[in-house]
């Protein structure tokens, strides 16, 4: 069936630092992708969304780009700030496969230093 | 507009009790979804109610949990009784046209 794989974390950065998460999925026919995040004591928040081979997503400073040559929406963000600690979680919806529902990653964890 | 409440945000009961959580979506939309996080695990689909009706329960894990979604407005997730393997974090989200979630907060359920 369809899956997310995302990187491990904690991961831990100093403020200003470049961030990459990975993220790969395996799904059949053409999922939209998508990146939550959610910060402590909050809900899940659709950071940005991408529905279709080489989009990008865009939000506050953070970008994904859909590569289905590598089935794979990395996650990244130039410079870093300590409000950016939150758990990241990669998610796909097929509406093919799985009736329009989402399919989420573990989660990274990241926390960001001063 | 209100978002997705959901409420308590915390409980914590014993293996064997009964527990029930609520979601209260967002006023209009017919599209109301239930999620789990077990600890380190990922985000899992549990159902979908479109207003009253279950669309699908697929994700359901057995026959403890019951949901349901009185009149089309608030949802509920009720666990009787409640196993250990039942902690983690479940979410409600609810959408206009089964796009564009808004999740609530979460409620975190320890079962000890």
């Known amino acids: 069936g369809d899956s997310v794989t995302q990187m491990e974390g904690p991961v831990t950065l100093s403020e200003e630092a470049f961030l990459t998460i990975n993220c790969t999925y395996t799904a059949t026919g053409y999922p939209s992708l998508f990146w939550y995040v959610q910060y402590p004591g909050e809900g899940l928040q659709l950071l940005l969304k991408?529905?279709?081979?080489?989009d990008k997503g865009s939000n506050k400073g953070f970008e994904a780009t859909y590569r289905k040559e590598t089935t794979s929406f990395h996650l990244e963000k130039g410079s870093v700030q300590v409000s950016d600690s939150a758990v990241y979680f990669c998610?796909?919806?097929?509406?093919?496969?799985?009736?329009?529902?989402?399919?989420f990653g573990k989660g990274t964890k990241l926390s960001v230093k001063p | 507009e209100a978002g997705v409440t959901q409420f308590p945000s915390h409980s914590v009961i014993e293996k064997g009790q009964t527990v029930t959580l609520r979601c209260d979506p967002i006023?209009?939309?017919?599209?109301l979804y239930w999620y789990r996080r077990v600890m380190g695990k990922e985000i899992k689909f549990l159902l979908h109610?479109?207003?009253?009706?279950?669309?699908?329960e697929s994700g359901m894990p057995n026959n403890r949990f019951l949901a349901e979604r009185t009149g089309g407005t608030y949802s509920t997730l009720k666990v009787q009784p409640a196993e250990l393997e039942d902690s983690g974090v479940y979410f409600c989200?609810?959408?206009?046209f089964g796009v564009g979630y808004t999740f609530g907060s979460g409620t975190r359920l320890t079962v000890v």
């Open positions: 006023s209009g939309h017919d599209n």
């Open positions: 998610a796909l919806m097929n509406y093919g496969g799985s009736q329009g529902n989402l399919i």
């Open positions: 991408a529905t279709k081979a080489d």
């Open positions: 989200a609810s959408s206009p």
């Open positions: 109610f479109v207003k009253e009706s279950k669309q699908d």
